[in-house]
């Protein structure tokens, strides 16, 4: 008996570790292999796409990753890759040239093959990792200035009319500002209201730029010739009593600074709290209407005098010395206190609330990107998201903010950017430089009586 009994023991050791064996080589082989995200995810790749992907190993650390497209029965690599085998996820990106890959344009299919360094008794595998469709388009997207402000002025507005793909990202780019072009609905135009900083040069390029949904660009010059413009220089004095006031109402928990700490508050205030502001025009920027809801000059408050110029670089001095230098980049109005604050033209508030030095602000959008702004006010008529006509009140012109005395600081933005508005309150200037570029251009817009 007890021969017999250990005769059946061996063989079923044997297959017991077998099985176990064999459980476990499977299991090895069945673990979850790595995944992978193209990030963005585009549809097309163009001469000179980033691909972006998002690579993860459920089990051990990514080890190699390829990538490759297929088109018919081609398959080319685009770049094979050791990822180190340290990280278990990672993004992970590579550019693709795909017209020096021999490929034609049309549809093809991205194949990423991500390998981690967990070992499988068969080995990980050549399925892809990810298969992704996409559209190989090489081609450049047509562009054509159609119609251009000829000499726009430092600091100064123009318009741009460009005819380009209904689907392509078209730009003005004036510098380090840009300007989206906005599109002219069933037309393929793109208009762009644009300014120029004051200090700008005047031999400063302006471009036309159209970037397809493939990253293609297409690049062109705008004929305008840059006019010189005339800016002052000027000085406030700070008052050791304004600083006291108004330093506490625009930082909040500082009741109480001292005299010595007042310039540090003062920098603080006008340089930090400016820069945020710049940030929320931006913002506000960002709702504007595709087509123009003004017409004709813009309105200047009744009876006010304007007392500061376009641009005018201002040394703030305290105590005999200047604290700091700034830009004025929008004209500050008087008449009597608490005046009736007009809406310039027609539009929609986009912003009625304080806005930092600004204090209480109201900023209306009058669409293709032309916004105005109205600082400093003692009251609101107007809450945000209302629609106003050329010249309902807004509200009443006060001190709250970074303000000496009652007045109404006005700017006209172009897609946040502060531009001279004299220009917009002469109809003239209107029809010369921004619809006369409308007009050459067939555009079905006008924006001057
Ligand atoms: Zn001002």
């Known amino acids: 008996m007890n021969g017999n009994r250990s005769c059946l023991l061996v063989p079923l050791l044997t297959l017991a570790l077998v099985i176990a064996t064999s459980v476990l080589l499977v299991v090895r082989q069945r673990t979850a292999r790595p995944t992978a995200q193209l990030s ?23 080890d190699t990753v390829e990538l490759a497209v297929r088109q018919g029965d081609r398959r080319v690599v685009v770049i094979t890759e050791s990822l180190g085998a340290t990280d278990a996820s990672m993004g992970w990106g590579a550019t693709m040239a795909a017209d020096s890959l021999g490929l034609a344009e049309g549809p093809a299919t991205l194949e990423l093959v991500v390998r981690d360094a967990f070992w499988r008794p068969l080995g990980p595998g050549d399925e892809p990792t990810l298969t992704w469709p996409i559209v190989l388009d090489f081609s450049a997207p047509a562009l054509a200035v159609s119609g251009a402000s000829r000499y726009p002025q430092q600091g100064g507005a123009g318009i741009a009319i460009l005819t380009s793909e209904p689907d392509a990202r078209v730009e003005v780019i004036c510098g380090d500002q840009t300007f989206v072009a906005l599109a002219e609905a069933n037309s393929g135009r793109h208009v762009a209201v644009f300014t120029l900083r004051h200090d700008h040069p005047v031999d400063l390029l302006l471009l036309a730029r159209a970037t397809d949904a493939a990253g293609n660009v297409s690049q062109r010059e705008l004929p305008s010739v840059i006019r010189r413009g005339e800016f002052k220089t000027g000085q406030v004095t700070l008052k050791q009593e304004f600083l006291e006031r108004k330093l506490p109402e625009l930082l909040p928990n500082t009741p109480d600074l001292n005299r010595s700490q007042l310039a540090d508050a003062f920098l603080r205030v006008n340089r930090d709290l400016r820069q945020q502001a710049a940030g929320k025009k931006h913002e506000l920027a960002r709702q504007t209407t595709a087509h123009p809801q003004w017409r004709g000059a813009f309105v200047q408050p009744r009876n006010t005098q304007v007392f500061s110029n376009y641009a005018e670089t201002r040394d703030y001095r305290f105590d005999g010395d200047t604290l700091d230098t700034q830009v004025h980049l929008g004209f500050d109005l008087a008449s009597t206190r608490q005046a009736p604050v007009p809406s310039a033209q027609a539009g929609t508030v986009v912003h009625a609330g304080p806005l930092t030095i600004y204090g209480n602000t109201v900023v209306v959008d009058h669409g293709l990107g032309v916004q105005t702004l109205y600082a400093h006010l003692s ?17 009443r012109t006060g001190t ?17 950017y502060p531009t001279n508005p004299l220009q917009w309150w002469d109809g003239r200037w209107m029809r010369d430089h921004l619809d006369g570029p409308l007009v050459d251009a067939n555009s079905t817009y006008r924006v001057a009586d």
Not at 382 to 395: I, N
Not at 400 to 416: F, I, K, N, P, R
Request: aromatic residues 6%.
């Open 379 to 395: 009251s609101f008529a107007v809450e945000t998201g209302a629609q106003v006509g050329r010249g309902t009140v807004l509200g």
């Open 40 to 62: 963005p995810e585009l549809q097309s790749v163009g001469a000179n796409t980033v691909l972006g992907f998002d690579l993860e190993a459920p089990r051990g650390k990514l």
């Open 400 to 416: 709250t903010g970074l303000a000496v005395g009652d007045h109404l600081h006005y700017e006209v933005l172009v897609q946040g």
